[in-house]
T-cell receptor
Framework: SQKIEQNSEALNIQEGKTATLTCNYT??????LQWYRQDPGRGPVFLLL?????KEKRKERLKVTFDTTLKQSLFHITASQPADSATYLC???????????FGTGTQLKVEL | ETGVTQSPTHLIKTRGQQVTLRCSSQ?????VSWYQQALGQGPQFIFQ???????GRGNFPPRFSGLQFPNYSSELNVNALELDDSALYLC?????????????FGPGTRLTVL
């Protein structure tokens, strides 16, 4: 069955460092992969999308890579700030109005 | 903030009862999806509505049902509530024409079943 794995343990890093989160998947051929941010008690907020034929995407301090051979995406936040503390979810989809399948999320805590 | 709103914010029910959750989609969006998010888990797809018809369903029993109205707002109904139905219920709107299925989520309804 389709499976999406994200680091279940929280990631604690110091302010100013680069945070790297991992998303691995099996039994899936996604057309694209998305990353969302979720704060406690709130709905997820869309951050970035990367398509299957793209290797890397950037948006301000965020960078996403997508390796369809390894079946893995890496999500980087450079120059991290305490305001970046949240849970980050990856989601895969096949496009065309179909559902998204989410991972369990990784909690990031950026400390002063 | 997205333009998606949900009501109520919180709800407490007892086992066996029925519940209706409501969602107003973002302006211009014609598709609504509902997700269930248990504590510490990612959102799980319940179903999607497009043009007032169910357009895909996840692995949820028939006691989970929905409606979409002509103004694209939506309801999620759950009958015969079970303790495991306690979760954050998220509504998300999107555009079918957007082939990337980017979801714009509301703040969610926290349902507690006692």
């Amino acid at each position: 069955s389709q499976k999406i794995e994200q680091n279940s343990e929280a990631l604690n890093i110091q302010e100013g460092k680069t945070a790297t989160l991992t998303c691995n998947y099996t039994n899936y051929s996604p057309a694209y992969l998305q990353w969302y941010r979720q704060d406690p008690g709130r709905g997820p907020v869309f951050l970035l999308l990367i398509r299957e034929n793209e290797k890397e995407k950037r948006k301000e301090r965020l960078k996403v890579t997508f390796d369809t051979t390894l079946k893995q995406s890496l999500f980087h936040i450079t120059a991290s700030q305490p305001a970046d503390s949240a849970t980050y979810l990856c989601a895969l989809g096949t496009g065309g109005g179909n559902k998204l399948t989410f991972g369990t999320g990784t909690q990031l805590k950026v400390e002063l | 903030e997205t333009g998606v709103t949900q009501s109520p914010t919180h709800l407490i029910k007892t086992r066996g009862q029925q519940v209706t959750l409501r969602c107003s989609s973002q302006s211009g969006h014609n598709t609504v999806s509902w997700y269930q998010q248990a504590l510490g888990q990612g959102p799980q797809f319940i179903f999607q509505y497009y043009r007032e018809e169910e357009n895909g369903r996840g692995n949820f029993p028939p006691r989970f049902s929905g409606l979409q109205f002509p103004n694209y707002s939506s309801e999620l109904n759950v009958n015969a509530l079970e303790l495991d139905d306690s979760a954050l219920y998220l509504c998300a709107s999107s555009l079918v024409a957007d082939l990337t299925d980017t979801q714009y989520f509301g703040p969610g309804t926290r349902l507690t079943v006692l």
